[in-house]
């Protein structure tokens, strides 16, 4: 698209610097500058999308409006820069090439010998500009996943190379985020490795315009004038980024170091007013105060793997902020509860949640928590398959049998109360087959997620194959379940609630997903309230 800017974030001498947050915090800067911005994560493996991958292998799988599921990253995007990202917000190799091959297969080359320069490269640059088509984004950042010098990545280099031709050196930007490591016993940062990255870097004809130095320690001026020395960077467009406690403070950080600025300058923009960061400094000042602690305990199966649970984590982390409380995550680990072991975990917590997760690993403890919540009248809160199974756990005891199960981990089961939709059944395939994205849900009056949302016709994302079978409607709301949320239609069940509990709450969708540092989710924030009444913790305001 035309008029629009281009800034390319790569990643040097390691992964896991953070790189995905300097993105989206730049991001951020430039919005808030009254610029449109949109922001792509470019992977390199071979996988179509993340939606097939293990949790442990990947993390979370992040969900979109449109139903795309992909990198967590792209839950980082959303959150910091405040914004909704569509399906072309995240290409892999798989995707790229699967497009190509497609292609050569329909005869679309004319018999042309397919190579990775131009057809995989010229994919790639499409996609690309696919973002800003379909945003018309004034900004469009681009983020490549790994670190240079990674084979996989090196189509994905090329492709941005090349884009600087196509597109004019008014027009692009490379951010290069390294890292210095700290060597040695007098504990003294070095360059050299981001030195080499730069090299590799520009080997492939990419010089960056600006280098990032993620760091343990602060960054003193003689090494940041090193590294501007050595890597041929202007000394103002290295920017020291020292690990910070709180991740919020990352914009500010970028801020004071006049990132945005340069960036306007570079590209040729009219400079704008610094904006007013009024909301983000108290924000970073909310999270700092100290405040009385609750204990929410998170029964999952990937708990080993915090990230599997990254926006979940997230939403506590906001309900807790604007409650004023700490939200201490107690991480338990479904498969212990079942050998008997942790359950003290869970009769100290002030709160449960069980989040989302397929396959039937674990899933009897996660009802032993969900068991222990409700005849404790311990706040609850379940996502996705949390719902499925406070359905389950409800449903053993209403019609008194211990084989009431979902059909996911029992097929035969006699009392079926989760089963496949009519129009899963026929489905074979793994891939982005499940129910996926954003769908209505209509509240039912006088319930917490009335009180919560405060309104009566929500949208939100989901991520299943699953649902409540209507079946078993009458005779579990007869006893006491209450269809609080459901489609507009009436078919489906979207949100269940407990009679006479003071605050058991499920839903099949993902709300962690729409959660923002700014303006923490309602029904997050509705489910801390009631941890708070409960663990009886006093909060200042
Ligand atoms: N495994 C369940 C289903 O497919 C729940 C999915 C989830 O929790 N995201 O319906």
Known sequence: MSGTKYIFFTGGVVSSVGKGVTAAATG??????????????????????PGTMSPYQHGEVYVLDDGAECDLDLGHYERFIDIRLNKACNATTGQVYAEVIARERRGDYLGGTIQVIPHITNEIKRR???????????????????????????????????????????????????????IGANGELKTKPTQHSVRELRSIGITPDMIIARSDSEVDDDLLAKIALFCDVEKRAVIPLPTVPVLYEVPLILEEAGVADYIIQRLGLASRPKPDWTEWIDLVRRVEAPKPTVKIALVGKYVELHDAYMSVAEALKHAGIHAGVEVEISWVLSTDLEKGKDLEEIRDADGILVPGGFGSRGIEGKITAIHHARKRSVPFLGLCLGMQLMVVEFAREVLADENVNSTEFEPRTIHPVIDLMPDQKSITGLGGTMRLGLYPCQIQPDTHSAAAYGQPLIQERHRHRYEFNNAYREKLTAAGLIIAGQSPDGKLVEIVEMYGHPFMVA??????????????????????????????VHVSD
């Open 128 to 182: 690309i500009a696919l973002v800003a088509e379909s945003t018309q984004a004034d900004f469009v950042l681009v983020e490549v996943g790994g670190t240079v010098g990674d084979i996989e990545g090196q189509p994905f280099l090329e492709a941005i190379r090349q884009l600087r031709s196509d597109l004019g050196r008014e027009n692009t930007l490379y951010v290069h985020v390294t890292w210095l490591p700290l």
């Open 28 to 49: 951020r800067l430039l919005k808030e500058r009254g610029f449109k911005v949109a922001i792509q994560k470019l992977d390199p493996y071979i996988n179509v999308d």
């Open 507 to 536: 839903c099949q969708f993902h709300p962690e997903f729409l959660s923002r540092p700014n303006q923490p989710h309602p029904l997050f924030s509705a489910f801390v309230h009631a941890v708070i009444l409960h663990a009886g």
